[in-house]
């Protein structure tokens, strides 16, 4: 993947372009600093932000941090603790979808291994039932919930192309299990994968249709797979 690494108000960040979808990875590199706790769990989703039309204050517990979009700017962010462990906050989108990608690939440079966007996320989460009011609550509603065995569920959410899967009761904190990524060229995303000394299975044919491929190993405790759509 494509990135570009920043260092302000004291954590450093190197951001991922997945489309329009923005993944950073974090360090703390001066605490104390509010997202410090999160951080030293040794890895996991410490947060997310979600672009909506009005980014009004989501909660008057909710403070307020600063981080980078670019090397001499920042933006604002309001925070709140909705699900346990991980802050949640909003800001507001003024463009429109292709804009978006555009100018995030301006920032981070094409992905060398064609991926074009997230298709697919899964969180496991301690509470699904707190994971899917504290969703509801920021304005984006679950669109159906499945019954998925050993008393777990998964809870579904729409994010433009992405799909937000939430699974629980989970018995660890809120953490990221599988992100899978739609290609332009899966041969290309595998092959370089294998390059860069990782195991990655051959594609085949995927149950909803296209292709799909999964790197062996846990990239930090998180499964990645590839996709490839339907020609």
Known sequence: MASKRFDADGISVARLAIGAVEIDLVASIAPPHPLRDAIERGGGIIGWTWGVDDASPIDDSAISLSLPISENAARSISFVNFVPGVWTGNIPIDTDLSTRC???????????????????????????????????KIGLPCKRIREAGRGMRQAFFKLERT?????????????????????????????LA?????????????????KIARIVDPMDGVAVAYMEAAS
């Open 102 to 136: 555009a100018n995030l690939e301006q920032l981070c440079g094409a992905n060398e291994n064609s991926v074009d966007y997230l298709e697919h996320i899964v969180v496991m989460t301690p509470s699904l039932e707190d994971a899917i009011a504290a969703h509801e």
């Open 163 to 191: 799909v937000l899967e939430i699974v629980g009761p989970n018995t660890d904190a809120a953490h990221a299990w599988g992100l899978a990524f739609m290609c332009k060229d899966i041969r290309r995303a595998v092959d």
């Open 194 to 210: 294998r390059a860069n000394g990782l195991q990655a299975t051959e594609p085949k044919v995927a149950i909803q249709g296209g």
